[in-house]
């Protein structure tokens, strides 16, 4: 590895702070109306968010001068702690209990979603493999299936909770670095009739997923029930037009879309600031992947390439979805929108992630 260290990419810091600047903005106009309702505070939301961000910044400035080979080094530990973690959340009594998932362990007044970070460690662990078995990844005993085997484990445990928003980013980000690595597409192919089927039988297994099926492809069928976030959320996107009611203006935020400041805030965005706040977005987004994938390929060794290359896919996938979600392309999931979601783990990761990634950029050949 390069032992010249240049100055990390400041186009990737500009286009990060300028989504979470927006993102802090929209909380508090997502969610004023409820904060105020519910703890009679406008800015209840908006304040825990920016200490959040705060202590996101502060870690991914922290990160960005950590050499990214830490991370090889402490892959394993990091991985274990977070299946500890993971199993503590399943624990009655450690783990709580929120919209039906099991998901977060209590830290006093604060709560962390461990699966959250979850998604790191394995990007983490997985570069790891990858960058030292590459030769096997090829041969689907030796390569394909030990790395898919603790990537499904952690799968399975997340969806005990169940999370089943979080796994698919988990999986998906994985099988896109595992299938750059240079696995075969005959085992990807077989691998995905067996995860159709598995995924069919998942939403079989669970009455609620099968009516979020069917309110994707028909919300009206149930619209106060399992079609009614959907609905709500394109009530939202459609009167925002091309510039939008204004920032502040959104009508959905009072009490139609629920919980408007998390998974659906991109909902109230385009409400308030139309197809050209959106636009932007997408534009911001686009920006960033563009040059987490620049920096991926001028990382100096496998290793840095690889976990460069999975935390720009996590970020790609997780926005994918979300936006897919909110605009009725994809069946409802709860996953939030990266860097503009309400979420402090979410929220905290993403910017300790792009630190990561700022440190690869800083012995990156581009």
Known sequence: MSTKRSTPDFFLIIVTLSLLTIGLIMVYSASAVWATYKFDDSFFFAKRQMLFAGLGVVAMFIIMNIDYWTWRTWAKVIIIVCFVMLIMVLIPGVGLVRNGSQSWIGVGAFSIQPSEFMKFAMIAFLAKFLSENQKKITSFKKGLM??????????????????????????????????????????????????????VGLVLSAPYRIKRITSFLDPWEDPLGSGFQIIQSLYAIGPGGLLGLGLGQSRQKFFYLPEPQTDFIFAILAEELGFIGGSLILLLFSLLLWRGIRIALGAPDLYGSFLALGIISMVAIQVMINIGVVTGLMPVTGITLPFLSYGGSSLTLMLAAVGVLLNVSRYSRY
């Open 146 to 199: 030990p790395s898919l085997g603790i990537v499904f484990l952690a799968f399975g445990i997340i969806m005990l909770q169940p999370d089943l928003g979080t796994g698919t980013v988990l999986v998906g980000t994985c099988v896109v670095m595992i299938f750059v690595a240079g696995a075969k597409i005959s085992h990807f192919v077989g691998l995905g009739l067996i995860g159709v089927a598995g995924f």
